[in-house]
């Protein structure tokens, strides 16, 4: 079975791979695939494929069907160009806010006390688990036409922040937590005995080292909140123009049987979530490195 | 993919471990909270609240009467079909992906875990319009094909599943792949030396020790599952009775005119807070038992 | 006095960490705050550095009363078990921290900088994190940090804790080496005797919050105060309702008025000791008598087991009586034997 210039000498079992001409035999590892494991990855390579990456390379395929210059037009179309404008300056808009609020929530719920604290852990996580078409309902009880506080908001620009910030509340702060959790105390003591004010040690120590989790939870947020599309379809009225955000273009060109313009603009969404886990990768990569 | 701090479905819930206080109070350490707590009334908590009073703000009567609509009950059947698919075909890849992620090496695991994490980060219109692409009986790449085979896919249920578990298919595997790294191979490498099969210590030794971990998934997963919208929206058509989820139903009572419709997207829409509100308690609870693993 | 502590308390809910505690510390010497974990010792450092505030009494720094001051404005350096290292930064930046919170330029910063990494022996190291390095040299590198603000104290908290033996035993000697050269008044925190009787000064001891002697390693070591002292500090033994140092006690070859006869019931050599376990005639049932001599001394004597023997004390060795009732395993070392 096997050349005279390689002889084993204990007997390979089957699934080995076979040694190559030269001689030189690959060392099995006891985390190769065995052809169980094998077979598994191959099916479920096949299910992800069918369900997430063929579907997403239709998009990117499709919305290069007419060229650049169909790309280019259906981006800059002055409809869809506001739509976008819109969605990413409110995205970012919220993303700013989330930096601050989600640290000081993150803040209070490690380091303060207080009855309810349990709670509001609880709350924090209503905007993940509830439907974005409910989100929408909830906020147009407050902040459309019959709320209690006498503003009236729906089919506005505050509409569709508000909405943005209701669905990007947890992430900031469920990123920040477990490493405001982590800090040593003695560090911060640390900074005291050499003469650093709280502030200072805030911003020289404490904050630094939550810089790798306000990013990444930054990030989350900002694709999270490009993304959203239940919440606005009841509370910002979807007007062209003004409360029109990219994911309602799209549905409009889906709608309109315009795939090509549809896939355009999604194929912008679909990079800017490809880049967001790109940089979480290389975040926690750094985090990792650094201890 | 060493640690989960960083990674999107670690943003969904509250980590565990000490909780460090400070000792002095201060007023600073008062505004602080005031803000906080000012912040979560004004978006979260006081909204959330008024839902529940619109509901009821014509009595019990319209609210059992919405509940008493054969679309209304379709629809939520129709949710809760999708979602148990959905989520039943997540936790089983889920567990053999997670398997493979942390027991095996193979080429192109770094970069299958990082394509793991992109339906949470992608918009479920997007998702929609992918899926339409390729699964359009009219235009599909493989859509026709399926059609003429017999297989609708866009515009009936296996779309919808389909949908559904594109958005939600990270959940458990986020959940069970630290839980897997830390407890290693040791159990399972003595019960094969005693002359257990794979499956038998897959059975006996792993799937207990993950199960607290495999539940908080499922948990997660159901919830966003049961609500997920734009994506269903546009590969189901939400053809009322036929296609049309709970949550299409509040979008479309809502957008009707006359107060029975409000009352019923209210009614639909509580339904639904409660269910989610009801997996976070849920999930809240199973914490302790999951570090405790 | 560099440092002087009057009338000090502090309680944590129930507990009472520290009761009335007076002590002075000397200007220019390495004081060590010797005691059983939990007995106060960490908490009272804390107090001197402004990390906690004590519930009664005084804390004077060089002439200044500084019961009130955070630790920000007190300059005491302070190094802890697990270094505190600034994680974000290089070792550099860790040990110019102060000085750039300060304010000063650059250029001063660089200079003292790199005069206190020579110092201590990490030139080298100055570009790496704090993650790059061991553990020996992180804690390097908390003392060079904690200098550089140039402080009127140094306070260390159980500096070597968190090393293991070999690297213990070399910083330790480095520490002393360290104190030598810069002359800053220290105190430093350790349940360990071996290191304190090594190291220090000047020992304070405490246990269950309260100061049970003060005095040099010698002092300690030869005239305990108490029976914990006595027996914190060195190996003990029960003779005759007292206990003695085990190397104190002789074998004699005939019987003296203070001597006692006795059986060796069993002798083992470890290194260059013998120890023997004598079991007195007048009181067979009690715990042996445990003697140390050296090998060469038992060799002579030709001690055997089943031989019979007379044993005395020392003259001059120090001697404590304890109360009937104690039997010898309430009395025993607690840092143990082994140091």
Not at chain 3, 316 to 339: F, K, N, Y
Request: glycine content about 8%; cysteine-free.
């Amino acid at each position: 079975m096997t050349s005279s210039a390689v002889t084993p000498l204990i007997e390979r079992p089957d699934d080995a791979p076979p040694p190559s001409p030269g001689g030189r035999r690959r060392r099995r590892r006891a985390t190769d695939l065995t052809p169980v494991a094998g077979l598994g990855l191959g099916i479920t390579m096949l299910w992800f494929s069918l369900l997430v990456l063929i579907p997403l390379l239709a998009v990117l395929v499709q919305a290069s069907e007419g060229g650049w210059q169909a790309y280019w037009e259906a981006l800059t179309s002055p409809q869809t160009a506001a739509a976008l404008r819109l969605t990413v300056s409110q995205a970012l808009l919220v993303t700013l806010v989330n930096i601050v609020m989600g640290t000081a929530i993150a803040w209070v719920l490690v380091r303060d006390r207080f009855w309810g604290k349990q709670f509001l852990e609880v709350v924090i996580d209503i905007p993940f688990a509830l439907p974005t078409i409910v989100a929408g309902l909830v906020l147009l009880s407050l902040y459309g036409p019959s709320s209690p506080l006498g503003v009236d908001w729906a089919n506005t620009r505050v509409a569709v922040f508000l909405a943005f910030l209701f669905v990007t509340l947890p992430f900031v702060v469920r990123t920040v937590q477990p490493v405001l959790i982590e800090l040593e105390p003695e560090v911060e003591e640390a900074a005291a005995s050499l003469g650093a004010s709280r502030l200072t040690t805030f911003r020289t120590i404490i904050l630094p080292a939550l810089a790798p989790a306000i990013t990444s939870g930054a990030a989350l947020s900002f694709a999270r909140g490009i993304s959203e599309y239940g919440s606005l379809v009841l509370l910002s009225g979807n007007l062209p123009y003004s409360t029109e955000v990219a994911s309602v273009r799209i549905l409009s060109y889906v709608e309109g049987d315009k795939l090509t313009e549809a896939a355009a603009v999604a194929s912008i969404l679909l990079v800017v979530a490809l880049v967001v886990i790109v940089v979480l990768d290389i975040i926690s990569r750094r985090v990792a490195r650094h201890g | 993919m060493a640690d989960s701090l960083t990674t999107p479905a670690a943003a969904i819930r509250p980590p565990r471990g000490k909780v460090v206080t400070v000792r002095s109070s201060s007023p600073f350490r008062w505004v602080l909270r005031l803000i906080v707590i000012a912040y979560l009334v004004f978006l979260v908590i006081w909204p959330v609240t008024l839902v529940a009073k619109a509901t009821f703000s014509r009595g019990l009567a319209p609210v059992l009467d919405a509940l008493q609509q054969p679309d209304v009950i379709f629809a939520f059947k129709l949710t809760l079909s999708v979602a148990f698919w959905a989520v039943l075909i997540n936790t089983a890849f889920g567990i053999v992906i997670s398997l493979l992620l942390v027991r095996y090496t193979f080429p192109g695991r770094r970069a299958l875990s990082a394509m793991i994490d992109v339906p949470l980060s992608v918009s479920p219109i997007v998702v929609g319009l992918a899926l339409l692409l390729v699964y359009s009986g009219r235009t599909g790449w493989i859509g026709g094909a399926l059609e003429s085979a017999g297989l609708q896919v866009i515009y009936a249920p296996p779309g919808m599943i389909m949908a559904t578990a594109f958005v939600s298919l990270p959940l458990v595997i986020r959940e069970l792949v630290p839980v897997l790294t830390e407890i290693g191979t040791d159990a399972e490498q003595a019960a094969r030396s005693l002359g257990a099969s794979p499956l038998q210590a897959f059975l006996s030794i792993t799937l207990p020790a993950i199960k607290w971990a495999l539940l908080y998934g499922v948990v997660l997963s159901l919830a966003r599952s049961l609500g997920e919208f734009g994506a269903v929206k546009i590969v189901s058509g939400g053809v009322a009775m036929r296609t049309q989820t709970a949550t299409l139903l509040v979008e479309e009572r809502y957008q009707q005119f006359g107060p029975e419709n409000t009352i019923t997207a209210y009614t639909a829409a509580l339904i639904l807070a409660l269910i989610a509100v009801l997996a976070l308690v849920v999930v809240t609870s199973l914490r302790p038992k999951e570090n405790s693993q | 006095m560099s440092i002087k502590i009057t009338g000090v308390g502090k309680r944590f809910g129930d507990f009472v960490a520290l009761s009335d505690i007076d002590l002075d510390i000397p200007t220019g010497q390495l004081t060590a705050l010797l005691g059983p974990s939990g007995g106060g010792k960490s908490t009272l450092l804390r107090i001197i550095a402004g990390l906690e505030l004590s519930d009664t009494g005084t804390v004077e720094i060089e002439g200044t009363d500084a019961t009130d001051l955070p630790a920000q404005k007190r300059n005491v350096g302070f190094v802890f078990q697990h270094y505190a290292a600034f994680r974000h930064m290089n070792v550099a930046a860790n040990v110019g921290y102060g000085l750039k919170i300060r304010k000063r330029p650059k250029r001063e910063i660089a200079a003292k900088v790199d005069e206190l990494l020579a110092l201590v022996h990490l030139s080298q190291f100055a570009d790496r994190l704090p993650s790059q390095l061991s553990g020996g040299q992180r804690q390097r590198m908390a003392l060079a940090r904690a200098l550089a603000i140039e402080p009127k104290v140094l306070l260390l908290d159980e500096p070597f804790g968190a090393l293991d033996a070999k690297v213990r035993k070399e910083l330790r000697a480095w520490l002393r080496r360290l104190h030598d050269e810069v002359h800053v008044t220290t105190v430093f925190v350790t349940h360990d005797q071996e290191e304190a009787l090594e190291v220090a000064d000047q020992i304070v001891v405490i246990n269950d919050g309260s100061i049970e002697q003060i005095g040099s390693p010698d002092e300690l070591y030869d005239t305990p105060a108490s029976e914990f002292v006595m027996s914190f500090l060195g190996p003990v033994t029960l003779l005759d309702g007292r206990l003695v140092r085990p190397h104190d006690i002789e074998v004699v070859a005939v019987q003296f008025p203070d001597s006692y006869a006795g059986r060796i019931v069993q002798s083992s050599r470890v290194g260059f000791e013998v120890r023997l376990e004598v079991a007195l005639v007048d009181a067979p049932d009690a715990a042996p008598v445990l003697i140390t001599l050296t090998r060469a001394e038992a060799t002579a004597k030709r001690l055997e087991d089943g031989a019979p023997v007379w044993i005395k004390p020392v003259e001059g060795a120090s001697q404590i009586a304890v109360p009937s009732g104690h039997t010898m395993s309430e009395v025993e070392p607690v840092s143990g034997l082994a140091g």
